[in-house]
């Protein structure tokens, strides 16, 4: 059974940085993509960063130069390091697993990250 959960949302100021932290059980990372979306109120889900199999990483261009995806296998973890916060960032932050042996997606239940002064 495929398991994932975020942890490291938060409030933060403008400027300002968070981690978020996707745990994930039942998958090994390193076969599949894992990726981190994010949904604003009112607005449709959006890709925020991906880390493919083959350990390339993608950004939306929102994000580029501020976020940084990174998976860690021994722990079987990834990681989204968010810098340079701004309002816009506002939104729940969902974990992904694309699972290529099943062409299935799995999602775990978010995080919100808020920034505000």
């Known amino acids: 059974q495929v398991q994932l959960v975020e942890s490291g949302g938060g409030l933060v100021q403008p400027g300002g940085s968070l981690r978020l932290s996707c745990a994930a059980s039942g998958i090994i990372l390193s076969f599949n993509d894992m990726g981190w979306y994010r949904q604003a109120p009112g607005k449709q889900r959006e890709l925020v960063a991906v880390i493919t199999r083959g350990g390339r990483a993608n950004y939306a261009d929102s994000v580029k130069g501020r976020f940084t995806i990174s998976g860690d296998n021994a722990k079987n973890t990834v990681n989204l390091q968010m810098n340079s916060l701004k309002a816009d960032d506002t939104a729940v932050y969902y974990c992904?697993?694309?699972?290529?042996?099943?062409?299935?997606?799995?999602w775990g239940q978010g995080t919100q990250v808020t920034v505000s002064s």
């Open positions: 992904n697993a694309h699972i290529w042996a099943v062409a299935t997606d799995y």
